[in-house]
């Protein structure tokens, strides 16, 4: 290996210790990467699907399609030009993507903005202030989901309420079925050393807000979710015009720009993923789309109050980059 495939490779790891921090369902961390000839591979892990709550794979490849954009976000802020293919083999479906280096890049301020919002984001499931979310960010945070080849809708007041029945009618169908309790309580209640899975400092307990967040104190205590009530809360759908494994991924690359768009803009942020998970819901959400589309995931953005959110832990390299 001559001495620029060596500095390359060695980007594309740093770049996969990168996407350790993208957000995932419960905090599985779907995803594995390889390292192939000049090319690091984004391989989908199908043995931390949750397989009650998401029998198709949709959150998963949603979680691995934020991991791939954390590392196009941290190549990029890197100086490096790359190339990415997506679903590049149709024999291999774990195989998701593939990036590899191509070129030096000058990074946009944008760039550079969005990476140091990598080590800054954390999911806030507390109760945001009444402090409201300016028009300029929300017009950001469409535009970052698009610049993604997604789409973001912003709920507009009068549909709020609509979402907050949904979020409350799928939580109440996850909780009849004893499949998402064992998965709930696998996932919340992980080993010390794991690295993964919904700690309970992260969780907060049920609050008055007008969309309910999924409750994951149900087999552990959680915090209080604050003072506030959401009133100052945005609430936006990454959607998609198609509804396949690609578009999922899609999805997920903007679900990973609009939250680190939200972090720049200092907005607390959180995914919402119930609602897409239960059909029923999903395609009334999906009716509120005037154009039409694919619902795959809210987002929850507001004023945090003081005190920043608690962490999930992450996984060690060595158990996601195989270089």
Sequence with gaps: MDATSLRRRRALIEAARDALAAPSIFNTQPWTWRSA??????????????????????QLTISCGAALHHARVALAAAGHQVQVDRIPD??????LARIAITGAHVPTDEEVASYRAIGDRHTDRRAFTAEAVAGRVLSEL??????????????????????GAAAAHAEAVHQADPGYR??????????ADSGDGVPATTAVTPSTRAVPVRDFTLFS??????????????????????????????AGEALSAVLLAATAAR????????????RATREQLGRLLRGGGHPQAVVRVGHP??????????RAPPEVINP
């Design 221 to 250: 205590r959680g915090r209080s979710a604050g003072l506030d009530h959401d009133a100052g809360a945005r609430f936006a759908m990454v959607f998609t015009y198609g509804d396949d494994v690609a578009d999922w991924l899609r």
């Design 37 to 58: 000839d000049d090319w690091l591979q984004l391989w989908a892990d199908r043995s931390r699907q949750l397989r009650s709550t998401d029998f198709a794979g949709r």
């Design 90 to 95: 149709p024999g291999s479906p774990g195989l």
């Design 182 to 191: 064992d998965e709930l309580m696998m996932w919340t209640n992980r080993p």
């Design 142 to 163: 469409v535009a970052a989901a698009e610049q993604q080849g997604a789409h973001l809708y912003a709920v507009p007041a009068e549909q709020v309420r609509v979402l």
């Design 267 to 278: 907005l607390g942020s959180a995914p919402i993923s119930d609602v897409i998970e239960v």
């Design 305 to 314: 109050p003081a005190g920043g959110p608690a962490t999930c832990p992450r």
